[in-house]
């Protein structure tokens, strides 16, 4: 099952039955929940900011394991320009009955302007002992010899930024498409 939830006021997400499901967003401030209660289930989340003037984008994630056997993967990017921020926090909570439960939570965050800001708090709450669990998180801005290199085979700069950027974005893009 595949969702877009951009525009989705919906605040829990309950995963009752085994399948796959995506979830992808953009640009959604609040807070979100995706509780999994059914074995066998595998759910990824998807998400992708694009910040600019004095955007300020707040999100919080959370990835609760009820049942035993599923797995979970958050991936929040954002490409924050001008004085814009994100403000993320995710947590993956594994309950004591989700044995054998995979989660992973992943934030990365690419910085256009040395005005803008990501702040990012990767939680994890975990119970049994016989899970998979895995943050991580980075900041940066765009690599110059990257840039250096794409001008070497000819491309003007704007134009090989550009392409550091897609490429940033493409994990979470080709996800929009069901």
């Known amino acids: 099952m595949y969702k877009d939830i951009t525009n989705d006021n919906q605040t829990t997400y309950e995963i009752t039955n085994p399948g796959e499901y995506i979830f992808y967003f953009e640009n959604k401030n609040g807070s979100i929940t995706f509780n999994i209660t059914c074995e066998n ?19 919080h994630i959370t990835q609760n394991h009820i049942s035993p056997n599923a797995t979970s993967q958050s991936i929040i990017k954002s490409i924050l320009d001008d004085k814009s921020t994100l403000n993320f926090t995710g947590t993956i909570c594994i309950g004591k009955k989700a044995i054998n439960s995979i989660a992973h939570l992943t934030n990365h965050n690419l910085l256009l302007s040395k005005s803008a800001h990501a702040i990012t708090k990767p939680q994890l709450e975990i119970t049994p002992s016989q899970v998979e669990c895995t943050h991580s998180a980075t900041t940066a801005p765009l690599n110059n010899k990257q840039i250096g290199y794409l001008q070497s085979r000819g491309l003007p700069k704007k134009y090989a930024k550009q392409l550091l950027i897609n490429g940033f974005i493409n994990e979470i893009k080709k996800q929009n498409t069901p």
């Open 41 to 59: 289930a595998s759910v990824y989340i998807y998400g992708l900011y694009q910040g600019k003037n004095k955007d300020n984008f707040i999100l």
